[in-house]
């Protein structure tokens, strides 16, 4: 199975900041990934599929970036709804999701 | 509108068998390109995928659970299927089912298990 790193597990940050999350994957899966973001509760929300292909309503302040075994999910400058747990997730074979990311308050 | 719901029992008994459906409105699962997949999400852990099937009735399930589950898809009513057999409480998780074409975009509410005698 191709396993998901996300970096880092949990990140303390501002309102304003920009925050950057990392996605590797065990093996190359172009750009089959998606970014999730989810908050206490509730399912989550899909953010960016293939790589960077951002999501109908999801604000610009999100984007993704990436091919191949390394991604990254930044948010422009973190609003109070930002505060979350993201997730990556790969589609290229036996689809699997990373470990999450928290952002939280600083 | 696209909607999706979780429906089965709260609660299940170690080795017995998990039966949970996806009722959901909106869309055809006979449309090319169109997902229905379960993922489930341990207390305080992370996001799970099991398994999908597929408009065309292809199925793939999590390796390290393929020979305990099985997906099953009614057209006509619109519901996707789950079976869990052999239950242990490491089982316990919301179950969520959810739609994808181009990532999951769609979610259910989630259905909370519990495994225990």
């Known amino acids: 199975d191709i396993q998901l790193t996300q970096s880092p597990s949990t990140l303390s940050a501002s309102v304003g900041d920009r925050v950057t999350i990392t996605c590797r994957a065990s093996?190359?899966?172009?750009?089959?990934l998606a970014w999730y973001q989810q908050k206490p509760g509730k399912a989550p929300k899909l953010l960016i599929y293939k790589a960077s292909s951002l999501e109908s309503g999801v604000p610009s302040r999100f984007s993704g970036s990436g091919s191949g075994t390394e991604f990254t999910l930044t948010i422009s400058s973190l609003q109070p709804d930002d505060f979350a747990t993201y997730y990556c997730q790969q589609y290229h074979s036996d689809w699997t999701f990373g470990q999450g990311t928290k952002v939280e308050i600083k | 509108q696209v909607t999706l719901k979780e429906s089965g029992p709260a609660l299940v008994k170690p080795t017995q068998t998990l039966t949970l459906t996806c009722t959901f409105s909106g869309f055809s699962l006979s449309t090319t390109g169109m997902r229905v997949n379960w993922v489930r999400q341990p207390p305080g852990k992370a996001l799970e995928w099991l398994a999908r099937i597929d408009w065309d009735d292809d199925k793939l399930y999590r390796s390290s659970l393929r020979t305990r589950l099985t997906l099953s898809k009614d057209t006509s009513k619109n519901q996707v299927v789950l079976t869990m057999t052999n239950v242990d409480p490491a089982d316990t998780a919301t179950y969520y089912c959810a739609r994808f074409l181009e990532g999951f975009d769609f979610w259910g509410q989630g259905a909370l298990v519990t495994v225990s005698s």
């Open positions: 093996q190359s899966i172009s750009s089959w």
